[in-house]
């Protein structure tokens, strides 16, 4: 599984992006998908997960009420769409595939990144 996070930019506080996570291959249905962030300086962090068919998700606690993940396996694709963006959202974020987790080391596959800014 190959997979491509777009999506990202600058955004000013309370905006909102959607995240696209495109991903290439015949298994991305049977795995779980991930969405982590890695602001300078700091640890790749958990965000959001859903699973293989959709029907489960996890929230970080920093993001719930606010971030909400998707996904249509037709299109091999997962979305999170992030609204009352906060400066402290600014962070890489990255889409990762594997098993259901919250966790990064139970992804296998991992896009490269897209970069979003919230200005205060």
């Known amino acids: 599984v190959q997979l491509q996070a777009s999506g990202g930019g600058l955004v000013q506080t309370g905006g909102s992006l959607r995240l696209t996570c495109a991903a290439s291959g015949r298994t991305f249905s049977v795995n779980a998908v991930g969405w982590f962030r890695q602001a300078p300086g700091r640890e790749r962090e958990f965000v959001s997960t859903?699973?293989?068919?959709?029907?489960?998700?996890i929230y970080a606690a920093s993001v719930k009420g606010r971030f909400t993940i998707s996904r249509d396996n037709a299109k091999n694709t997962v979305y999170l769409q992030m609204n009352s963006l906060k400066p402290e959202d600014t962070a890489v974020y990255y889409c990762a595939a594997g098993v259901w987790s919250t966790a990064p080391r139970g992804y296998t596959y991992w896009g490269q990144g897209t970069l979003v800014t919230v200005s205060s």
């Open positions: 859903i699973s293989e068919s959709g029907g489960r998700t």
